[in-house]
């Protein structure tokens, strides 16, 4: 298997092109530069890979597997597969970095794990590892996703960390990501923050990238395994991105690989405010400590957003998506809910796998390539499983797929 940590991007500086970087206040400047460090040396240490192999494997899972979806293969006429990263411990891929920044802070000498959570996927699975490594962890959540997500909620709490909710704004991703960095600023001397993306500061995008590569390196060798060969077209949900990245990081010198990106165009492209479309609407902007794609509104400030995935409404994305926008490897389209809410019913009632509403936006995209006349095969990265979303699912929208009220 290739080194999962071997790739010419950023630059020393932190940088994809003209995007990422590090847009930080002085007094987190050494401490930004001590975590890349550390971060270096871990690459490098052989101890440290072996501890999060073992990890990975007895402790999350690993690997996924790869699902046929045939299906949904013969009703859309492609050759439909899953990488089922809901399957893992803690329901979707966040593990795979959280266990990665839980046993560097650990190695660096921290005592406590913060983070921002939208879903609640990231803030669980930092949850598991803060616990399983013997740190305090402080989870920052919009109040609107606290209501949405109440499962997550329970779990954070179960596993030990303290869910801090974010009241201003919209009370959503965004506004929990500005909370954490506050908190952070407070102390960044014996917290991490452990970032939930690749989003944030060199050297989070980079970092996170690097863990979550393990998705698209496993799924290179099964597809390989299943197939004989490459899948013809990847695809994933893009919010920050991480996921995304995770599958795609393996295959971008497969020229014969197309891959899609696939972000929330929420009730509508048409109203600001009303999606989180930052590739297909926004302009480069800096945010968070990043330079990146950006929906700006007038004032040239972040923009409101919304999707019905709590995990993708971010008015930004990882500064190594928008630096493959501009190159053309990785072409990004959008789905709406509607649309998402509807694979989601499509893929739980024809293959008994209920999605995260998140990775539905993926499932749904799959669908659109196929009727859009895209052939081969699709490698959808089904990023977490819907648990989370199901009480919320039904009371939204369970009339309209004939799921009577029981109460």
Same mark, same amino acid.
Not at 43 to 65: C, I, M, N, T, W
Not at 85 to 106: F, P, S, V
Not at 184 to 203: E, N, R
């Given at each position: 298997?290739?080194?999962?940590?071997?790739?010419?991007?950023?630059?020393?500086?932190?940088?994809?092109?003209?995007?990422?970087?590090?847009?930080?206040?002085?007094?987190?400047?050494?401490?930004?530069?001590?975590?890349?460090?550390?971060?270096?040396?871990?690459?490098?240490?052989?101890?440290?890979?072996?501890?999060?192999?073992?990890?990975?494997?007895?402790?999350?899972?690993?690997?996924?597997?790869?699902?046929?979806?045939?299906?949904?293969?013969?009703?859309?006429?492609?050759?439909?597969?899953?990488?089922?990263?809901?399957?893992?411990?803690?329901?979707?891929?966040?593990?795979?970095?959280?266990?990665? @920044? *839980?046993?560097?802070?650990? !190695?660096?000498?921290?005592? /406590? &794990?913060?983070?921002?959570?939208? %879903?609640?996927?990231? #803030?669980?699975?930092?949850?598991?590892?803060?616990?399983?490594?013997?740190?305090?962890?402080?989870?920052?959540?919009?109040?609107?996703?606290?209501?949405?997500?109440?499962?997550?909620?329970?779990?954070?709490?179960?596993?030990?960390?303290?869910?801090?909710?974010?009241?201003?704004?919209?009370?959503?991703?965004?506004?929990?990501?500005?909370?954490?960095?506050?908190?952070?600023?407070?102390?960044?001397?014996?917290?991490?923050?452990?970032?939930?993306?690749?989003?944030?500061?060199?050297?989070?995008?980079?970092?996170?990238?690097?863990?979550?590569?393990?998705?698209?390196? @496993? *799924?290179?060798?099964?597809? !390989?395994?299943?197939?004989? /060969? &490459?899948?013809?077209?990847?695809? %994933?949900?893009?919010? #920050?991105?991480?996921?995304?990245?995770?599958?795609?990081?393996?295959?971008?010198?497969?020229?014969?690989?197309?891959?899609?990106?696939?972000?929330?165009?929420?009730?509508?492209?048409?109203?600001?405010?009303?999606?989180?479309?930052?590739?297909?609407?926004?302009?480069?902007?800096?945010?968070?400590?990043?330079?990146?794609?950006?929906?700006?509104?007038?004032?040239?400030?972040?923009?409101?957003?919304?999707?019905?995935?709590?995990?993708?409404?971010?008015?930004?994305?990882?500064?190594?998506?928008?630096?493959?926008?501009?190159?053309?490897?990785?072409?990004?389209?959008?789905?709406?809910?509607?649309?998402?809410?509807?694979?989601?019913?499509? &893929?739980?009632?024809?293959?008994?796998?209920?999605?995260?509403?998140?990775?539905?936006?993926?499932?749904?995209?799959?669908?659109?390539?196929?009727?859009?006349?895209?052939?081969?095969?699709?490698?959808?990265?089904?990023?977490?499983?819907?648990?989370?979303?199901?009480?919320?699912?039904?009371?939204?929208?369970?009339?309209?797929?004939?799921?009577?009220?029981?109460?």
């Amino acid at each position: 298997m290739k080194n999962s940590f071997e790739h010419t991007l950023p630059n020393e500086d932190g940088y994809f092109g003209e995007y990422g970087g590090s847009f930080i206040p002085p007094q987190l400047e050494a401490i930004m530069q001590e975590i890349n460090k550390e971060y270096q040396v871990c690459r490098q240490d052989s101890e440290f890979q072996q501890e999060l192999a073992r990890l990975y494997k007895h402790f999350v899972g690993r690997p996924s597997p790869i699902f046929h979806a045939q299906n949904l293969s013969e009703k859309y006429g492609v050759d439909i597969y899953l990488k089922r990263e809901d399957l893992n411990h803690t329901g979707a891929h966040k593990i795979n970095h959280c266990l990665g @920044e *839980a046993l560097l802070a650990k !190695k660096m000498g921290k005592k /406590k &794990l913060i983070a921002e959570t939208g %879903a609640g996927q990231h #803030g669980v699975a930092l949850a598991t590892a803060a616990a399983l490594v013997g740190l305090e962890c402080d989870i920052y959540m919009g109040e609107v996703d606290i209501a949405k997500e109440h499962p997550n909620v329970v779990r954070m709490r179960i596993l030990g960390a303290n869910v801090i909710p974010a009241t201003h704004g919209r009370k959503t991703l965004k506004e929990a990501v500005d909370a954490a960095f506050e908190a952070y600023l407070k102390d960044p001397i014996t917290q991490l923050y452990a970032i939930g993306s690749v989003v944030g500061p060199h050297p989070f995008p980079m970092m996170v990238r690097d863990f979550q590569s393990i998705v698209g390196n @496993e *799924a290179k060798i099964q597809f !390989k395994e299943m197939t004989g /060969k &490459l899948p013809d077209n990847l695809v %994933a949900c893009v919010g #920050g991105g991480s996921n995304a990245l995770g599958l795609f990081t393996a295959f971008l010198d497969d020229e014969n690989v197309a891959i899609h990106g696939c972000e929330p165009a929420g009730r509508t492209l048409e109203e600001e405010g009303e999606h989180a479309a930052t590739l297909t609407l926004g302009e480069p902007g800096v945010m968070h400590g990043f330079k990146s794609y950006m929906l700006k509104d007038s004032e040239g400030e972040p923009q409101e957003v919304y999707s019905v995935a709590s995990g993708l409404d971010y008015p930004s994305v990882g500064p190594q998506h928008s630096y493959l926008k501009d190159i053309g490897r990785v072409s990004y389209g959008t789905v709406d809910d509607k649309e998402a809410i509807d694979a989601f019913f499509e &893929l739980s009632r024809l293959e008994g796998i209920i999605p995260a509403i998140e990775s539905s936006h993926a499932v749904a995209y799959a669908f659109k390539l196929a009727k859009q006349g895209v052939k081969g095969s699709v490698l959808i990265n089904l990023s977490g499983r819907g648990d989370k979303d199901i009480d919320f699912v039904v009371e939204q929208y369970g009339a309209q797929y004939g799921i009577e009220s029981l109460v």
